[in-house]
Each structure stands twice: as structure tokens, then as C-alpha cells.
């Protein structure tokens, strides 16, 4: 766990960084997101220009063209503030720098952060995660849309980080799907990264991924697996099998990683000593938390959870405003 001060200054809406692709600025891809900020976002493997896109799309939703009415009509113009980020129950968190790109698109002077905890540290309730110091108007009219995917994402990590506590004592990793909220991908998945999960793959074009319905497009198994080889050759495939007879079929054609679908732990073990490491292999398909330890043992190398991103529960985060003299 790291504390850092760091005090932002960050872009005012649309300005010349923006990036939301308006025409007449050939510089319109650069981030406008302070640069220390754009920084710490790329290092944790997050596009910032991404980030700060999604960040401008989450605040326009909540204003919908117009102003926070009650916010405006009940805190001075001048007025400043410090509130704290803060955990409502115990988890890990994710997203932190996601919500300071929030701040920075909504607030219109510069702002300072206080940060008490790192992306990925567990936390307990009542504990702060973020400060932020700045006009009370903008810190309120920021407040829903940072909490939002800051819960969301801390939801995420706090899941994934209960699968690998299960897996502990085994080779297997927890791993996650394109199961996820449109828009969100990358967010999300920088998530799992959090809670102690890797990510499978992040699109349809960097990975293969031959499925049933491809099996039977195809004429079989095997063919559809040396369909994709000879197509695109450098690509890495991964074959969905639903038998131990198609595993033996696409480990002799050569697949690189084969996913068990709706195996027992017996069957995987089975699927184990078949393979003899000529391929990785991968659980999925009805896993439950209760059950991830039998599978992992087994000697699978992963384990395959939609659930992860598409039905984590949020992670109780909020925002509270100190009094004046604290």
C-alpha cells in the first residue's frame, strides 16, 4: 500500500487534448487527461485516451445536455471542499485512476488527490482510498459517475480475487471472457488483472477461438482447427472440445489450448493426462467458487469465469465531504 500526493491539473471539457475525435485538430487523438495522470493509466496497461473518452460518455449521460440542478442551486460558486473516497465493506479495489479521469473532465479549476491505497490492495470498511480537494460543485457533480465504475470495477477485482484465493496451491489461474459490458472491455479487464486473474482474450482478432458452432460449419473439430492454422497462421487457437475423443483429435492436430467444456474434475484429470503438456488446458463452463480448488488440482492450467465481469456484485464505495475545520 502506497501513499501519494499528487496535485492535477487537469483539462476543462473540450480543449485542444480532448479526445473525443472532433474534427479541425490534427492532435485530436492526444490524451487531454494531465500527463502524470494519462502516465499512471498507461503503465497499469489502460489506454488513456480510452479511459478519458469513457469518463467524458459516463458524466455527459448523467447531465444529459444540462446542469446538476441541485448542486448548482445549493452550493456557492466559489465554495471548495475535500471528500474522501471511502469503502463501505471489505474488498479490493480497482479503478482508482479511472475515477481521478472522471474528476478531471468535470472540474474546472485544478484539483489535488490524496492516494491511500493502490489498485489491487484489499481494503476494510471505513477505510479511504482517495482524496480529493476541490470546487464543491464539481467534486458533487462527479461524485455518481466516478463511484460508478469505481464500484463496478472494485466489484470485479473483489470477485476475481476470490477465485485465485481459491486456486492458491495449484498452477491454475482464473480467467475471464469477452463476457463483458459494451464499452467497458478494457476496464473491466484491467480489473480481473487487479483481483489476481489474466485475461483471456481482448477481441476477436488477436486470438482464435473455435467453438461449437464453428465445429459444425466446418465438418468437425479438427478441420475447423487446420482451417484457422492455415488462415492465419501466426495466430494463437484455442479449440472448444466437449468430449475426451475431440480433445484427442485436436491435440494431435496441434492446438495450442484446448477448453474443456462442462468436464467433471475427473474428466479433467483425464483431459490432463491425455494432453502430456502438449497443449494448455482450460476448465469452463458451470464453475462455481465452492468447487474451484477440486478443479484446479486436477492439473488444469486455467479456469474459464464469465461471471466475473458480467455478474460481480459492486463493491460498496462512497464519497463523503468532511466538515468544514476537519
Same mark, same amino acid.
Given at each position: ?58 458524466? +455527459? ?65 471505513? +477505510? ?101 492454422? +492455415? ?96
Amino acid at each position: 500500500m502506497s501513499t501519494d500526493d499528487l496535485p492535477l491539473v487537469p483539462s476543462a471539457g473540450c480543449g485542444d487534448g480532448c479526445a473525443c475525435g472532433a474534427e479541425g485538430d490534427d492532435d485530436y487523438l492526444e490524451c487531454g487527461l494531465d500527463p502524470a495522470l494519462a502516465q499512471l493509466l498507461a503503465d497499469a496497461g489502460l489506454d488513456p485516451v480510452e479511459v478519458e473518452d469513457v469518463a467524458h460518455l459516463t458524466v +455527459q449521460e448523467d447531465l444529459a445536455g444540462g446542469v446538476d440542478v441541485t448542486t448548482v442551486a445549493t452550493i456557492p460558486e466559489d465554495a471548495v471542499a475535500t471528500g474522501d473516497f471511502t469503502a463501505r465493506t471489505a474488498g479490493v479495489v480497482a479503478g482508482l485512476h479511472i475515477a481521478e479521469a472522471v474528476l478531471s473532465v468535470v472540474c474546472t479549476d485544478a484539483f489535488e488527490v490524496e492516494r491511500h491505497v493502490l489498485d489491487g490492495d484489499r481494503v476494510e470498511a471505513g +477505510q479511504k482510498l482517495l482524496s480529493v480537494t476541490t470546487r464543491t460543485r464539481d467534486l458533487l457533480t462527479a461524485e455518481r459517475s466516478a463511484l460508478n465504475l469505481l464500484c463496478h470495477l472494485s466489484g470485479i477485482a473483489t470477485a476475481t480475487r476470490a477465485w485465485a484465493d481459491a486456486l492458491e496451491g495449484t498452477k491454475a489461474k482464473v480467467r475471464d471472457t469477452r463476457k463483458t459490458t459494451p464499452g467497458l472491455r478494457s476496464l473491466e479487464k484491467y480489473a480481473v488483472r487487479c483481483g489476481g486473474g489474466v485475461n483471456h482474450r481482448m477481441s476477436l482478432s488477436d486470438a482464435a477461438l473455435v467453438k461449437d458452432n464453428h465445429v459444425v460449419a466446418a465438418g468437425g473439430v479438427a478441420a475447423a482447427f487446420r482451417a484457422v492454422r +492455415q488462415a492465419f497462421p501466426d495466430v494463437p487457437i484455442e479449440v472448444e472440445v466437449d468430449t475426451l475423443h475431440q480433445l484427442r483429435e485436436v491435440v494431435d492436430a496441434g492446438a495450442d489450448l484446448i477448453l474443456l467444456d462442462n468436464f467433471t474434475p475427473g474428466e479433467c484429470e483425464e483431459a490432463v493426462a491425455i494432453a502430456g503438456g502438449r497443449a494448455l488446458l482450460e476448465a469452463s463452463g458451470g464453475l462455481t467458487l465452492d468447487r474451484a480448488h477440486a478443479y484446479a488440482k486436477t492439473g488444469v492450467d486455467f479456469l474459464s469465469v464469465g461471471a466475473l465481469t458480467h455478474s460481480s456484485p459492486i463493491l460498496d464505495i462512497g464519497l463523503d465531504l468532511r466538515e468544514p475545520g476537519e
